[in-house]
């Protein structure tokens, strides 16, 4: 039931989209304009662009909004180029676009870097790409999602005059300014709504140990921009549509997405300001991610893990961080703690197999307390996993190999 009333808020939001670009498209060619030139781009042609546009930047913030600079810059008439907006200075696109060949370049090579090499780098780009979204949300989608300006009677100086009055809050207006502010929000949201989907790429990134998989995501995130843009181009109709299905499509996995963001932002703030150097872990509540989808609970849903009076371990949360609070009971059984090359985890052991199952991961802040979140809920296992396992297991055989002592067994139960 929750997932229908959804899919139909958000057609509804498409409609509502749909019908102002309409009234963008009959009230341009009803209105007359004897004092200047038509203009030869109807608001619903305008709107339709505007739509692409803004679905593109969301994709690829800084790519998007240098692109869109350079594009304006060199089909302005030279003697004009003074009147364009920020992103149109060279000042402005030319250092983007650099910065996002540099960015590709870092992705040609992550294939065959290291993960530890190449982590770094991703940490900076994910920064970049809050950034740059921020600064377009605020100064960049307003201006282009404003097709509707205020065109009033009367001649060039005086609409001039009338419109500086209407932007100062005073009490004259037109009825494009109206349209405006149904506009520019719903622009607002539906660029948040793709800018979060294509935000977590940088997260999948930053979790996944592979270069392969890096340079497929970044593949997939480029040929969906250099899809949506070269439909506008042909025909900026069906350019419009192929954004409004991608944004129903970020709109169904904005909780998936929102989670992931959440994920992303608490490890690069740890992997960036180095936190485990100066981070204590509590004495019974601490801060965790699920690591799968648990009775419900999607994976990566952040909260606390609490040992209650009753000596159960309990997963406390709030949905979307700010809704009523709610309680997840683990399973029973034998539980042990995961030291992982950049993050820890709170694994279960099964019974017969002694096999290791993730529950609960901890951000990297964590990294290199493990023993002290072992003791704070009385488990008494730590155990390598993952990569780290294989790395060390290779340096191992590396030091044997070269003549170093080989390592004691560990005990079966520890190992």
């Given at each position: ?108 090579f992550g294939t065959v870097v290291p993960p530890g090499l190449k982590k770094p780098l991703d940490v900076a780009e994910t920064i970049e790409n809050k950034v740059s979204g921020l600064v377009a ?279």
């Open positions: 039931m929750r997932k229908n009333l959804r899919c139909v808020a958000c057609l509804g939001v498409c409609v509502l989209l749909l019908t102002l670009v309409a009234s963008g498209a009959t009230s341009a060619s009803a209105r007359s304009a004897p004092a200047k030139p038509a203009d030869p781009q109807s608001r619903g042609l305008q709107m339709a662009k505007s739509i692409s546009t803004i679905t593109g930047v969301a994709i690829s913030p800084l790519l998007g909004v240098g692109a869109v600079g350079a594009y304006d810059y060199f089909s302005t008439a030279p003697e004009m180029r003074n009147t364009l907006p920020w992103y149109g200075n060279p000042v402005f696109w030319v250092p983007a676009l650099l910065l996002v060949a540099a960015v590709a370049g870092k992705d040609a949300a605020g100064a960049f989608v307003p201006m282009v999602a404003s097709v509707f300006p205020m065109t009033l009677g009367g001649d060039a100086p005086t609409a001039a005059a009338t419109q500086s009055v209407c932007l100062a809050g005073m009490a004259a207006f037109d009825g494009h300014g109206i349209l405006n502010v149904l506009t520019v929000p719903l622009a607002l949201v539906a660029y948040a709504l793709v800018w979060l989907v294509s935000h977590t790429i940088n997260v999948l990134i930053l979790i996944s140990p592979f270069g392969v998989v890096d340079a497929a995501l970044k593949s997939a995130r480029t040929f969906l921009l250099a899809l949506l843009t070269g439909v506008s181009f042909i025909n900026p109709w069906a350019g419009a549509l192929l954004s409004l299905v991608i944004i129903v499509i970020a709109y169904l996995v904005a909780g998936w997405s929102f989670r992931l963001m959440v994920y992303g932002t608490i490890y690069v703030w740890d992997f960036v300001t180095l936190r485990q150097r100066r981070f204590t872990p509590a004495a019974n509540a601490n801060w965790m991610f699920t690591a799968r989808e648990i009775d419900g609970v999607p994976i990566r849903t952040y909260g606390k893990l609490v040992r209650n009076e009753q000596g159960n371990l309990t997963f406390a949360y709030r949905p979307w961080l700010v809704l009523a609070p709610r309680n997840l009971s683990l399973a029973e059984g034998r539980y042990a703690i995961g030291r992982g090359l950049f993050c820890p985890e709170l694994m279960l052991v099964a019974k017969e197999t002694n096999q290791l199952q993730a529950t609960l991961v901890m951000p990297p802040r964590y990294r290199s307390h493990e023993e002290e979140v072992a003791g704070a809920y009385g488990l008494t296992e730590v155990r390598d996993i993952g990569l780290l396992r294989g790395l060390k297991a290779m340096w191992s055989w590396l030091r044997h190999l070269f003549g170093g002592a080989r390592p004691e067994t560990a005990p079966a139960a520890a190992a």
